[in-house]
């Protein structure tokens, strides 16, 4: 290992060091919130009973009314939840390193160069959009290569992929008014190729996104909706990361019901990058209405380091 190499992977391991110590004072200052946020609750229980005792005393209700505990309440949850992303930012083990651009810009095979792994951890191909599911690649020591596959449930289908589409002001003339409210209610609307007619290209392509995808080939994809996250072996990430497609159609639909792929494997140049986890996501440009939102939310709670292509 020459002297560059040790270097960088040293200040890695620093960076990493020194968030330690911010992890624990976050877990310190979420313990103190809680334990006033607990306070306030049984306060705010007080007061209703208060009311109760005094129904008639229309100063003591006016006085105990104005008190608004609620908002207090609101404002300490609302502290919580970006306290919690950020200590697990802070607590992790690995240097989380993301890809970000539009389609078709090489992401991937940028990564597969950085980090020397091949199509069988990162997969990739050149000229088309290939990578469709958020996938985080890890060190393994072990000379072994596996996934995580953790699907969607149905409300997180809905809420991260379907409705996005029926909320977009383009497809407000085309789509339903009433956007589906169950994973079985999605099939069951009245979608058509005719509906493209008197379009503009712009809507076409983000309709056709919802219909050739998701409408046509849910019977393929649904089954995999809600069930357990699985292993996989190599051999078989790429079934559930890429989007292959023929003459515009998907050949296999599986990925269209996974949130996240976990892929741990040896990386060759484990030495100088072991500690890192390299982020491949979805580029930007194809259309599909969830990935804008996926990318921002990677970008917030899960990436350290971002490379724009």
């Known amino acids: 290992m020459n002297i560059t ?6 200040r890695i391991a620093e960076i990493i060091q020194k968030r330690q110590p911010l992890a624990q004072r976050i877990i310190s200052v979420e313990a103190n919130l809680k334990n006033l946020q607990n306070a306030i609750q049984i306060l705010e229980t007080d007061r ?4 109760n005792q ?16 609620s908002s207090i309440l609101s404002t300490i949850e609302k502290e919580l939840r970006e306290l919690y992303k950020l ?11 993301g890809v970000v651009g539009r389609m078709k810009q090489g992401k991937s095979t940028l990564l597969q160069t950085l980090s020397g792994l091949s199509d069988h951890e990162i997969p990739a191909r050149s000229g088309k959009a290939c990578t469709a599911v958020r996938s985080t690649i890890y060190h393994q020591p072990e000379n072994l290569t596996e996934a ?3 699907f969607h449930t149905e409300e ?6 379907i409705l996005p589409y029926f909320d977009h002001k383009k497809l407000a003339n085309i789509l339903p008014k009433t956007p589906p409210q169950s994973l079985d209610d999605f099939p069951r609307i009245q ?9 503009d290209a712009t809507t076409n392509t983000i309709y056709k996104r919802l219909y050739d995808d998701y409408y046509l080939n849910f019977n393929d994809y649904s089954p995999f909706i809600g069930k357990q996250p699985i292993r996989i072996t190599k051999e078989k990430i790429r079934e559930y990361v890429a989007q292959e497609e023929e003459n515009g159609k998907l050949t296999d639909s599986k990925h269209l019901a996974v949130r996240k792929v976990e892929i741990s494997c ?11 986890a390299l982020v491949d996501l979805p580029g930007l440009g194809d259309f599909k209405l969830g990935d804008e939102k996926l990318m921002l939310t990677t970008l917030e709670e899960e990436v350290d380091v971002v490379l724009f292509i």
């Open 5 to 10: 190499t040790a270097n960088r992977s040293a």
């Open 48 to 51: 209703k009973q208060q009311l």
């Open 191 to 199: 979608l058509s190729p005719d509906l493209l007619q008197g379009n």
């Open 87 to 97: 200590r697990i930012r802070f607590a992790r083990k690995t240097l989380n390193i």
């Open 156 to 161: 997180s289908f809905l809420q991260e992929v």
């Open 266 to 276: 040896p990386f060759p140049n484990a030495n100088e990058i072991g500690k890192i």
């Open 54 to 69: 005094w129904p008639n005393e229309a100063k003591i209700v006016d006085k105990l009314n104005k008190i608004d505990f």
């Open 148 to 150: 995580l596959v953790t």
